[in-house]
């Protein structure tokens, strides 16, 4: 069983940065792909962002290439995501995701577990 706590949301102006933090219990927290998704009111879950338990491999939504940044510290069994250019349509709540395998996805459907979500809010 893993347990993900997300951290570091917040309101921020347009242009701005955030960094989220998600934080795994489980000691094969390293053999754990994880993902970042967000949820805006009215809207489906959607990815944002993946990370293989090496970190050699990432992957992102188009919408966030060149803005957003995945990163992990199994030694810390935290994952990162580093949030540079803001805008308002990034406000949504933004949830951590852990799979019970090495290989990042996108794929919503194939996460185990989760956690609860951090607010993120863009001002204009």
């Known amino acids: 069983q893993v347990q993900l706590v997300e951290s570091g949301g917040g309101l921020v102006q347009s242009g701005g940065s955030l960094r989220l933090s998600c934080a795994a219990s489980g000691r094969t927290f390293g053999y754990y792909a994880m993902g970042w998704f967000r949820q805006a009111p009215g809207k489906e879950r959607e990815f944002v962002a993946a990370?293989?338990?090496?970190?050699?491999?990432?992957d992102y939504a188009d919408s966030v290439k060149g803005r957003f940044t995945i990163s992990r510290d199994n030694a810390k069994n935290t994952v990162y995501l580093q949030m540079n250019s803001l805008k308002p349509e990034d406000t949504a709540v933004y949830y951590c995701?852990?799979?019970?395998?090495?290989?990042?996805?996108?794929?919503?459907?194939?996460?185990?577990?989760w956690g609860q979500g951090t607010q993120v809010t863009v001002s204009s």
């Open positions: 995701a852990a799979r019970r395998t090495p290989i990042a996805t996108p794929e919503r459907g194939w996460y185990d577990y």
């Open positions: 990370i293989s338990w090496s970190g050699s491999s990432t």
